[in-house]
């Protein structure tokens, strides 16, 4: 009886390894393919807020028109949804007018209050939050951010928060090129639309986010005369996706190529898999190199939690000694 019990506990768990093994040689197979690896980097199709309408931010804890919610087209023709957020100081100031309009999407942004607030204000401080992998601008992890930082100085601060491409409500399908273009376009409407000068514009990015904060940081430090905002803050960004993807557990506990370790030529072959590459190590000397031979002072800041389990905090120096060996 003993041993008949073995038998069938061996082969149980003979069939749950193969099991296991299958599925994750198909997965491996999947991500050789540019759209599934779209969706295992982006995680764009995970929205973690699909029972509220980011038309309404009242939802969301915000005041009666404290968020303007508007789209900004980029220059291949998407549309990304995007919330204009009023610091709090502000908005009781004008609460009475502010209140007075409609609520909801509006199509022409420039024609409401909140907007000619940041536009005719000389000492207006405008904050480009660039955010990560997954979710959407309402997400619950990332309107702490927002208040937070409006809230540095409650009377100055606006936040422009903006969904990529296939993000939310955002039309189109991410990719590396397409989201630098999302990011091109937000400065370019802060800048040409909003008329806030580069040195009242901070970026702020996370995880992902990151990899867009310094391609277009890097993209406008090039332009003749060059382009330095007040500042950049990256959170918890990685060295490149190809070193991410090595020891990268989705949620934390799944992992992606990590068991393939022992075998180097396997991972050599995944990683020459990589469509979306993110060289952000690269793109931080470049932007670095630029400012450096421009005579052009530039704050960069790097921030990053020792226990992040997306994103190991061992990519911040590696990414920290590449900006320094660039100076």
């Known amino acids: 009886m003993a041993s008949e019990m073995a038998v069938f506990l061996f082969k149980y768990a003979s069939t749950l390894v193969a099991f296991a093994a299958g599925l994750y040689a198909t997965l491996l197979g999947l991500l050789t393919t540019a759209s599934f690896q779209s969706e295992v980097i982006y995680l764009h199709a995970v929205k973690m807020t699909w029972f509220k309408n980011l038309n309404v931010p009242e939802t969301f804890g915000f005041l009666n028109n404290q968020v303007t919610p508007f789209s900004i087209k980029t220059s291949d023709g998407e549309r990304l949804y995007v919330w204009h957020i009023l610091p709090t100081e502000l908005y009781r100031k004008h609460e009475l007018l502010l209140v007075a309009e409609p609520t909801g999407f509006v199509s022409d942004i420039t024609c409401r209050l909140a907007f000619k607030i940041l536009r005719d204000d000389p000492n207006a401080q405008l904050v480009l939050h660039m955010h990560g992998a997954g979710g959407t601008v309402g997400s619950s992890h990332r309107l702490s951010n927002y208040r937070a930082l409006s809230a540095g100085e409650p009377r100055k601060i606006h936040v422009l928060a903006f969904d990529y491409r296939g993000f939310g409500s955002s039309t ?152 320094v060996n660039a100076s």
């Open 172 to 323: 189109g399908t991410p990719s590396e090129c397409g989201r630098i273009l999302d990011g091109l376009a937000v400065v370019d409407w802060a800048i040409n639309i909003a008329s806030i000068p580069p040195s009242r514009i901070l970026i702020f990015a996370q995880s992902m986010g990151t990899a867009v904060s310094l391609a277009v940081s890097q993209h406008f430090a090039l332009q003749s005369p060059p382009v330095v905002f007040a500042g950049t803050v990256l959170v918890a960004p990685f060295v490149d996706v190809a070193t991410l993807s090595a020891t990268y557990r989705v949620a934390g506990t799944i992992p992606i190529l990590s068991p393939l370790a022992r075998f180097p030529l396997l991972i050599n072959y995944f990683k020459g898999c990589i469509r979306d590459k993110w060289l952000s190590k690269d793109r931080i000397a470049w932007y670095v190199r630029a400012n450096e031979a421009n005579g052009k002072r530039y704050r960069l800041t790097i921030i990053h939690a020792e226990d992040d389990y997306d994103i190991p905090w061992h990519h911040t120096p590696a990414i920290f000694w590449h900006a």
